[in-house]
């Protein structure tokens, strides 16, 4: 089976067909889902999910270019709501400067990103990181507030391959998904081939972010098997035996999922 590690299902673009389209995943073989939170109404949403269907679990957070949301009442909600026994991380958190270009905003994706990764410490969970356009000072937030402490996924990873290693040595886990199958993505595949397979998660961020062959359209966890095919043929196993690595380091990150 297939654990997906970050899906967004509670995204617009899946209200017409969101049923069907997760009893075919489901059929499909896709075991688990994590659907991520990305601003508050979407952690609402994934509530919702977890509560309708059992293969879903959730993660509940606000992302860098949704910190509008995050007063003392969200963060409350988010406390008290990583309580649930189907919220298993906290996410997506992180720094994003690919759309946010002004230096006072960014310095409040800072505060966000550290005081949510301090909930997470407080409440036990894993975190789900995410970063873009922000190497140097995603790095330098994690180690100020030693965030080895604190378990967790870099997730759609995109920087380079020595970066990789040193979120590995921190002991975090490094999401690949559908960008990995992209020809041009020389760097990503590089870091594939050289992380441990014990530290690599599967993932789609749909619906964004469709594999190959069907780049550009909607995503979904039924692309997962190409993400599949790519990672086995760069680290030269078998589809399965990638399958399960990922399968069962997911379980390890995300302890609460049974
Ligand atoms: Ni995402």
Known sequence: MIFESHAHYDDKQFDADRKELLSAVKAAGIGRIINVGSDFAACRQTVDLIQEYDFIYGAVGIHPSEIEDLNQEVYEWLKETASNSKIVAIGEIGLDYYW?????????QKECFARQMELAREVSLPVIIHSRDAAEDTLKLMKEI????????????????????EYVQMGYYIGIGGVVTFKNARKLKETVRRIPLERILLETDCPYLSPEPNR????????????????????GITEQEAADASWE??????SKVK
């Open 249 to 254: 380091n997911a379980l390890r990150l995300f």
């Open 146 to 165: 030693h965030a080895e402490e604190i378990p967790g996924v870099i997730h759609c990873f995109s920087y380079s391959p020595e970066l990789a290693k």
């Open 100 to 108: 946010e270009k002004d230096a006072r905003m960014q310095s409040r």
């Open 216 to 235: 550009g359209k909607r995503n979904s966890s039924l692309n997962l098997p190409y993400v599949v095919r790519e990672i086995a043929a760069l680290r």
